[in-house]
C-alpha cells in the first residue's frame, strides 16, 4: 500500500509538471520564471509578500540572476513590484492581475475536474488526506534542504 500512495505521489507530480509546462510554454516562459511565479503567487496567498532576496533564496539563485528572472516577468507583465513598507528600499514582488487572468483561464478546468474528485470525499476524509499531503511536504521538503548544498561527484 505505502509504495503504492509512493508511486501515485510520484506520478501525480509529474503530471502536474507537465502541465505546468505546458502552461510556460504557452506563455513564453522559461521554468525559472514559472517556478518564481508560483513562489510569489504561494507567498501572497498567504498573506506573506516575497521580496527579491527572499525569491531568490527559494530558487536557489544568484542575485543577478533573481533580478534577471524579475525583469524578465515584469517586462512581460506577469510581475510587479511594489514598495509597501515604511522603508521604502524594501521591495515585494506581487502577482499582476493579467497574469492572474491567464492562469485562471489555463487552469480553471483542472480546478473544476479536482474539485469533483474532492466532492466524492467526506470532510473527513479530506482532513485525513490534508494530514497525510502535509507530512510527506514536510518529509520532501526536509530532504531537500538535507541534499540542495551537496556537490556533485566527479565521474570516474
Known amino acids: 500500500m505505502q509504495a503504492d500512495l509512493v508511486d501515485l505521489l510520484r506520478l501525480y507530480s509529474i503530471e502536474a509538471q507537465h502541465v505546468a509546462n505546458s502552461f510556460a510554454h504557452l506563455q513564453g516562459l522559461h521554468h525559472t520564471d514559472l517556478q518564481a511565479l508560483a513562489a510569489v503567487m504561494h507567498a501572497e496567498r498567504r498573506g506573506d509578500p516575497l521580496t527579491p532576496g527572499r525569491l531568490g533564496q527559494q530558487l536557489g539563485l544568484s542575485s543577478g540572476a533573481t533580478t534577471a528572472v524579475i525583469d524578465r ?25 493579467p497574469a492572474m487572468a491567464l492562469a485562471r483561464e489555463f487552469f480553471e478546468p483542472l480546478g473544476a475536474r479536482s474539485h469533483a474528485v474532492m466532492d466524492e470525499f467526506s470532510v473527513e476524509d479530506l482532513s485525513m488526506v490534508r494530514q497525510f499531503l502535509t507530512g510527506m511536504l514536510e518529509a520532501i521538503t526536509e530532504h531537500h534542504r538535507e541534499v540542495r548544498t551537496r556537490t556533485p561527484t566527479a565521474e570516474a
Open 73 to 97: 516577468l515584469e517586462r512581460a507583465g506577469h510581475l510587479r513590484r511594489t514598495r509597501e513598507s515604511a522603508d521604502r528600499r524594501v521591495v515585494h514582488l506581487r502577482y499582476a492581475e
